[in-house]
């Protein structure tokens, strides 16, 4: 990958770098996962069972351990999903100027010449996610039917959809699409 | 294609436009799957080794709304468990997905693929569409294992077929 390259995708870059160093730091926390260790982590957790039992304790800090994989995937979809906005939403005001300013200078149709800038978009449009996604995705080869499963596995994380099960698309899904996104337009 | 091949695309189109079909589709393919695993692993049910219990949760996507599965457990020696749990049937690669993981340990799973979409499957890319369920191994474990795998735009391993020897060799791997 060229330097230049790498730039464009730093932000994703380092929000793909978080989740994995939280999904490490998880699995450095659970260690061996033997009932030794878990019951300590217990104690630490505050996952010890009512009952007292320690099989309940066990399986009640499993339980948590998981819970917090499942957010930690749930956050970093919508993580890597603003890194990839915030790549854009800081070139687009430059694009948009730099667009206008060729319309303003160049058309040379009578047609809708008085409201020519108006042909060039606003920053105002990219302001959701879709029409965001929408614009770019025709310079990649990234398929609608991925980009609308990301969105929506987006969408769900950050609405609350299934809070309880597993995000749809993988992390590691959602930052190559974004990624492959990136690439290809910028 | 063939006629069966296109008269059973014809049936499978309209299946995806009702939601209640493709639910029911879903749980049913579920509920025989825990049947076979269930049957694979008879001997060591049959010996005291595991112990299966299966209880409804509730999933909701935004494709189909929201509807009642089956998850599957195996209690294990030293206060192990085993889950099989369904993620959902709106999956990017397949027509559904289970995680499967030893409790406490998810992040470290591996992944059940119904009907893996043409080319999707790592490995068996050569495959133009596979149906039944599939093995997804669990990616390499550590930031850089993680990170080659994706330039490598594959899994360190290649997914399998799922068979009884694939499903014990799994279980052994997930125990460590």
Same mark, same amino acid.
């Given at each position: 990958m060229t330097s230049a390259a790498a730039d464009r995708t730093a932000l994703l870059d380092d929000a793909w770098q978080r989740y994995n160093l939280l999904r490490m730091m998880l699995i450095r926390q659970r260690g061996d996962g033997t009932r030794q260790r878990l019951i300590r982590l217990a104690d630490e957790l505050g996952t010890t069972a009512a009952s007292g039992r320690r099989e309940d304790t066990l399986r009640k800090t499993r339980a948590a351990l998981d819970a917090v994989e499942l957010q930690i995937e749930r956050q970093s979809i919508i993580e890597l999903f603003a890194a990839f906005e915030a790549t854009f939403r800081s070139r687009i005001p430059t694009a948009i100027g730099e667009a206008g300013r060729v319309v303003r200078e160049h058309y040379q149709l009578p047609l809708l010449a008085v409201l020519r800038e108006s042909l060039v978009r606003t920053?105002? =449009?990219?302001? =959701?996610?879709k029409p965001l996604l929408d614009f770019v995705?025709?310079? +990649?080869?990234? +398929?609608s039917e991925t980009l609308s499963a990301i969105r929506s596995a987006r969408n769900d994380a950050a609405h609350g959809l299934s809070l309880n099960t597993a995000a749809r698309v993988r992390p590691e899904q959602v930052y190559r699409a974004l990624h492959d996104l990136i690439s290809a337009a910028l | 294609m063939g006629l069966k091949e296109k008269l059973t695309r014809l049936r499978e189109d309209a299946l995806d436009r009702n939601p209640a079909a493709r639910i029911g589709r879903w749980t049913g393919a579920v509920a025989e799957l825990y049947d076979q695993i269930e049957g694979w692993l008879s001997e060591y049910i049959r010996d005291g080794l595991m112990v299966a219990r299966r209880e409804k949760v509730a999933l909701e996507e935004s494709v189909v709304g929201g509807y009642d599965i089956e998850r599957l457990e195996f209690d294990l020696p030293a206060g192990r468990v085993l889950v099989f749990d369904p993620v959902g049937l709106d999956i990017l690669d397949a027509e559904g997905r289970l995680d499967m993981y030893v409790l406490g340990a998810r992040s470290e799973g591996a992944s059940l693929l119904l009907? %893996?979409? %043409?080319?999707?499957?790592a490995g068996l890319a050569g495959m133009p569409a596979a149906r039944g369920w599939f093995l997804r191994p669990p990616l390499p474990p550590g930031l850089l294992g993680r990170i080659m795998a994706l330039s490598e735009r594959r899994p360190h391993e290649p997914d399998v077929p799922l068979t009884r020897e694939n499903l014990e060799t799994m279980i052994e791997t997930l125990l460590g």
């Open positions: 920053q105002g =449009e990219f302001r =959701e996610l995705a025709p310079a +990649s080869t990234v +398929s | 009907d %893996p979409k %043409p080319g999707t499957l």
